[in-house]
């Protein structure tokens, strides 16, 4: 198994770990916890392990997970083919304007205030960190951008790549049109892009990224531990389709 591989299923892990139980409060099953979200293709079987008990005898708590959160607007009318999102680095060098990144007319920004897009580079590539949902939201334009095909590309220094390609799908009893939640597990480092098939034009939509775990290697100087795990954000997810 190529070292990409063992990444991936080390942020597996993670996620399964501290996502879960989908409804935000424990449900033993067979001496552990019921867990909802799963693999690749099986995406809700499995159990997780036992959380660990305190000192005092309770069960400490896990912070619920916050998005890093970023826009990609189309202002132009023609459709964007293979259109990368992240892969710091690789994109690092380009020119950024203000914290934000043109490419082929589509730009990509930080949707939050006090962060920009080039920063949110700079900590993917220094903090990686393991995704567990992916809640995709159109702001402009065509419904159809919510849905188009992306892959997920990661590879190690050593040349070895992994790629996924994921078909987001809207839930037919779902009322918006608007909105997706990917529940694929993956992890974002500096090498991660997310490509997709067609930015559609004219259109504006955001990528929400909640976390499962974070690495921090600046957080082991105080004593801490390096990696922050974080609970369930509370979203339900829709089906979604993995290709290969």
């Given at each position: 198994?190529?070292?990409?591989?063992?990444y991936?299923?080390?942020?597996?892990?993670?996620?399964?770990?501290?996502?879960?139980?989908?409804?935000?409060?424990?449900?033993?099953?067979?001496?552990?916890?019921?867990?909802?979200?799963?693999?690749?293709?099986?995406?809700?079987?499995?159990?997780?392990m036992?959380?660990?008990?305190?000192?005092?005898?309770?069960?400490?708590?896990?912070?619920?997970?916050?998005p890093?959160?970023?826009?990609?607007?189309?202002?132009s009318?023609?459709?964007?083919s293979?259109?990368?999102?992240?892969?710091?680095?690789?994109?690092?060098?380009?020119?950024?304007?203000n914290?934000?990144?043109?490419?082929?007319?589509?730009?990509?920004?930080?949707?939050?205030s006090?962060?920009?897009?080039?920063?949110?580079?700079?900590?993917?590539?220094?903090?990686?960190?393991?995704?567990?949902?992916?809640?995709?939201?159109?702001?402009?334009?065509?419904s159809?951008?919510?849905?188009?095909?992306?892959?997920?590309?990661?590879?190690?220094?050593?040349?070895?790549?992994?790629?996924?390609?994921?078909?987001?799908?809207?839930?037919p009893?779902?009322?918006?049109?608007?909105?997706?939640?990917?529940?694929?597990?993956?992890?974002?480092?500096?090498?991660?892009?997310i490509?997709?098939?067609?930015?559609?034009a004219?259109?504006?939509?955001?990528?929400?990224?909640?976390?499962?775990?974070?690495?921090?290697?600046?957080?082991?100087?105080?004593?801490?531990?390096?990696?922050?795990?974080?609970?369930?954000?509370?979203?339900?997810?829709?089906?979604?389709?993995?290709?290969?």
């Amino acid at each position: 198994m190529s070292n990409v591989r063992n990444y991936i299923q080390n942020a597996k892990n993670f996620a399964s770990q501290q996502y879960a139980d989908w409804t935000g409060e424990p449900q033993p099953q067979n001496g552990g916890y019921a867990n909802y979200i799963g693999g690749q293709r099986n995406m809700t079987a499995g159990v997780g392990m036992r959380k660990p008990i305190g000192a005092d005898g309770t069960q400490p708590t896990t912070a619920q997970s916050q998005p890093y959160i970023i826009t990609i607007s189309n202002a132009s009318a023609s459709v964007v083919s293979n259109f990368d999102v992240l892969g710091a680095y690789t994109y690092l060098g380009s020119t950024f304007t203000n914290g934000s990144l043109t490419l082929s007319g589509v730009t990509i920004s930080s949707a939050i205030s006090n962060v920009n897009y080039q920063q949110f580079l700079y900590q993917s590539m220094n903090q990686p960190f393991s995704v567990g949902l992916t809640y995709i939201e159109l702001v402009s334009g065509s419904s159809s951008q919510i849905t188009q095909t992306f892959t997920l590309n990661t590879q190690d220094a050593n040349g070895n790549q992994l790629l996924r390609t994921i078909v987001p799908t809207i839930d037919p009893y779902q009322q918006q049109s608007t909105i997706v939640a990917v529940k694929q597990l993956y992890s974002i480092d500096g090498f991660t892009k997310i490509t997709f098939t067609q930015i559609l034009a004219s259109v504006v939509f955001r990528m929400h990224f909640y976390p499962s775990t974070n690495i921090n290697l600046a957080s082991g100087l105080q004593g801490s531990s390096v990696t922050q795990q974080y609970g369930n954000p509370n979203i339900v997810g829709v089906p979604t389709y993995i290709q290969g």
